[in-house]
């Protein structure tokens, strides 16, 4: 089956660094990856829609100049949160759409669990 | 997309079939109910999804009334690796494939 990566699994960062994640579809192509965040006890929220080869479309609320979004290959998605804040410390995971997948449309990565000091 | 509304927790036998309820009565013709469940510390897993008719696969079987509002997810002999967070998500089938999460059923498998 479709196999969605996220790299690192977890991070802990000092306040005011960047944090680079990156989601890969290791067996197939995504023109379209998808990112969320997900606080304690709480379900996922989407950040945004990454788009391969154009801007990502961020979600209302999510600053576009804090979450960076990358797309620059058809296998590779990537969210950098920039300045974190402990705020951001949460769960984030990454889906990525599977055109020629059948039943299932969206495969999700892992999540890497980000935690700022 | 049409809102959706499930129970909060519930608790089941191992080996006993679970019966999970998603009221979904704002949903459109040509709105799909789709499930998915998170087992803990995890990313989202795909189970199964319809628009109308019943449907079935090696994880679950997805029994959808006949107005579409409301629909159940069967797990047929639940195990302790079923526990997990279940979500019925309903939406349509379009281009943007968006996926919005609703708070969904803490299911509790117990010995």
């Known amino acids: 089956g479709a196999v969605v990566s996220q790299h690192p699994s977890r991070v802990i960062c000092k306040s005011g660094t960047s944090v680079k994640i990156e989601c890969r579809s290791l067996d197939f192509q995504a023109t379209t990856m998808f990112w969320y965040r997900q606080f304690p006890k709480q379900s996922l929220m989407l950040m945004a829609t990454?788009?391969?080869?154009?801007?990502?479309?961020?979600e209302q609320g999510v600053e576009k100049d804090k979450f960076l979004i990358n797309h620059a290959s058809l296998t590779l998605s990537t969210l950098t949160v920039t300045s974190a804040h402990p705020e951001d410390s949460s769960f984030y995971i990454c889906s990525a759409h599977h055109p020629g997948s059948g039943d299932n449309e969206q495969f999700f990565g892992p999540g890497t669990r980000l935690t700022v000091l | 997309d049409a809102k959706t509304t499930q129970p909060t927790s519930m608790d089941c036998a191992e080996g006993r079939a679970a019966n999970l309820p998603c009221n979904h009565s704002t949903i459109s013709g040509n709105e799909y109910v789709y499930w998915y469940r998170q087992i803990h510390s995890q990313g989202p897993q795909y189970i199964i999804h319809?628009?109308?008719n019943n449907e079935t696969n090696e994880m679950a079987s997805l029994i959808i009334t006949e107005d579409r509002k409301s629909s159940t997810l069967i797990l047929p002999h639940a195990t302790l690796r079923d526990t997990a967070v279940y979500y019925c998500?309903?939406?349509?089938?379009?281009?943007?494939?968006?996926?919005?999460f609703g708070a969904g059923t803490t299911v509790t498998v117990r010995a």
């Open positions: 319809g628009l109308k």
């Open positions: 990454s788009n391969e080869g154009s801007k990502a479309t961020y």
């Open positions: 998500i309903v939406r349509v089938a379009s281009n943007d494939y968006k996926l919005s």
